[in-house]
């Protein structure tokens, strides 16, 4: 009796259990979409810059200024110092700075800025990988006035996650260093 019990439940499992079509999940991709960026005008004692205001200012002092973006889990640190005779060891700074993420980074691009004509002048990184910083920069006009920024996200880095949040706030640096005015 047990046997033909037995024997009875597996071919029942089997039975029942082939009878759905087994089909493969369809291939999708993650769409983060942000917001096309408005422009507004921040200011500080010694320069000024467009930014995009989906950023919440959250901390200003004299120095330094943070924008957030509570959407994307992201800031800006955005820090400024006086050039006093100093600009080696300032630009010498920020670039270790930047190159202290390439143990965790697959790669570090940089790209030169140059505003002749207001007087700007830097350098972008494109840190790509499980980096703490996505992107850094530095502006200088390499007498009087120096500018460094970070990109951080509160969140554990992983890049594939964090990249659609990382390319936008990129472009959202890269407008900071174009739009940046020096204060006479």
């Keep these: 009796m047990y046997r033909y019990s037995l024997f009875f439940l597996i071919v029942f499992i089997l039975v029942v259990g082939c009878n759905e079509e087994v089909l493969p999940k369809p291939k999708a991709q993650l769409r983060l979409e942000y917001g096309a960026p408005k422009q507004g005008e921040l200011e500080t004692d010694y320069f000024s810059f467009k930014y995009n205001t989906q950023a919440n200012?959250?901390?200003?002092?004299?120095?330094?200024?943070?924008?957030?973006?509570?959407?994307?889990?992201?800031?800006?640190?955005?820090?400024?110092?006086?050039?006093?005779?100093?600009?080696?060891?300032?630009?010498?700074?920020?670039?270790?700075?930047?190159?202290?993420?390439?143990?965790?980074?697959?790669?570090?691009?940089?790209?030169?800025?140059?505003n002749d004509e207001n007087g700007v002048y830097g350098m972008f990184f494109e840190v790509s990988g499980n980096a703490a910083s996505q992107a850094q920069f530095y502006v200088t006009d390499s007498t009087d006035n120096f500018v460094t920024g970070s990109l951080y996200f509160y969140t554990r880095p992983n890049y594939d996650s964090i990249y659609p949040a990382a390319a936008y706030l990129q472009n959202d640096i890269r407008g900071i260093m174009e739009s940046l005015r020096w204060k006479k």
Excluded: C, W
């Design 57 to 114: 200012v959250k901390s200003k002092t004299k120095t330094s200024l943070v924008l957030g973006y509570p959407e994307m889990k992201g800031e800006i640190y955005i820090n400024y110092k006086k050039v006093e005779n100093n600009v080696q060891k300032l630009l010498s700074d920020a670039q270790r700075l930047s190159y202290e993420h390439a143990v965790k980074a697959d790669g570090i691009a940089e790209q030169p800025f140059v």
